[in-house]
């Protein structure tokens, strides 16, 4: 069935509209500053934006930046359990555009926290006399593929589904809803009209970025993400001397990680020592960056609230074992 597309094409998908998008806003108390060629490419996140897209497409290196800003402030989030609510945003937008040819355009906005790239457009990447949207569904499937194994990654990680979407114009748009397996909402849900492609992470139930193995335990089939986002740790693998799919497999056995340590001759202390103090810093980076309230209290006392909760974490062992 087609669903009616409501208030523009990319108007839910984008969390801080630009110049380049007729979306209505949601923000308020943002201020958005122009950014030039040479503050990107020596701002943090905008430098570390343009290597990943020059990895991704090595021809964007001779693409001009005929755009760029970044926009902080507190966003209005009509999801909110009392109908709105706040958070603080920090979002880097840059555009940039081929000198010559066909006029290849790719837009990337970027979470200035997290430093992920949360909406990718693609423009004019087909030739004017067979735009994009006159593909068949296969081989617009193939393109939006490809956009998103280049710029994330594992794309055949999930599952698909395409709609046409119903527009007040009567043009052609569709939309593309990457989800996690298991997952009802999409990770990546992209737009594709005319000759471009709108893709955003929406989230849905999407692995935290530095998550490497999911499943490390599950909660009813599906990965849990509370064990995955602490478990997945570096320093971890490191202590033990394991990689990250070889501690899945060894839980799937039925062990918990404290046992898994003990067979190393590591103690259970050691272990709750380098994953509390990866907690601990994260939050003590969030407080910092203002993404949640700063609660004033020292490391120490971090460490000491948190070792209750991490503590089930390290004893925990797979009820049934996981099959290979």
């Not at 056995?253 to 709750?272: E, H, L, M, P, R």
């Not at 004033?296 to 948190?306: A, F, G, P, T, V």
């Amino acid at each position: 069935m087609k669903k009616q597309l409501i208030g523009g094409i990319v108007a839910a998908a984008i969390l801080i509209p630009t110049a380049a998008f007729a979306a209505p806003p949601l923000i308020e108390m943002v201020t958005r500053k122009p950014m030039t060629t040479e503050q990107v490419k020596v701002d943090k996140v905008g430098k570390a934006t343009l290597e990943k897209l020059y990895s991704a497409f090595p021809e964007t290196k001779s693409f001009e930046i005929i755009d760029a800003s970044n926009a902080q402030g507190d966003v209005l989030n009509p999801a909110g359990s009392s109908g709105l609510s706040q958070m603080k945003v920090n979002q880097t937008s840059i555009i940039l555009q081929e000198k010559r040819g066909t006029g290849k355009k790719i837009t990337l906005h970027t979470n200035g926290i997290s430093g992920e790239i949360e909406h990718v457009d693609q423009e004019n990447w087909e030739p004017k006399e067979k735009p994009l949207i006159t593909l068949t569904d296969r081989e617009i499937k193939a393109k939006v593929d490809h956009l998103i194994d280049k710029m994330y990654g594992n794309v055949k990680a999930y599952e698909f589904a395409m709609e046409q979407m119903e527009n007040s114009n009567q043009q052609k748009t569709l939309m593309l809803n990457y989800s996690i397996k298991g997952s009802e909402s999409p990770f990546y849900q992209v737009m594709v009209h005319d000759n471009a492609i709108n893709l955003t992470r929406v989230g849905g139930e999407p692995a935290p970025s530095h998550i490497k193995v999911e499943g490390l335990f599950t909660r009813d089939g599906k990965p849990d993400y509370t064990y995955d986002s602490i478990l997945n740790d570096d320093k971890l693998f490191s202590l033990l001397k394991i990689s990250p799919t070889e501690l899945k497999e060894e839980l799937a056995k039925g062990k918990s990680v404290a046992d898994i340590a003990a067979s190393k001759n590591i103690s259970k202390q050691q272990v709750y020592e380098v994953i509390a103090n990866t907690q601990v810093e994260k939050q003590m980076e969030a407080e910092q960056n203002g993404v949640v309230p700063n609660n004033n209290r020292s490391k120490e006392q971090m460490l000491k609230d948190i070792e209750p909760k991490l503590l089930p974490v390290i004893e925990r062992k797979n009820e049934t074992p996981q099959k290979k």
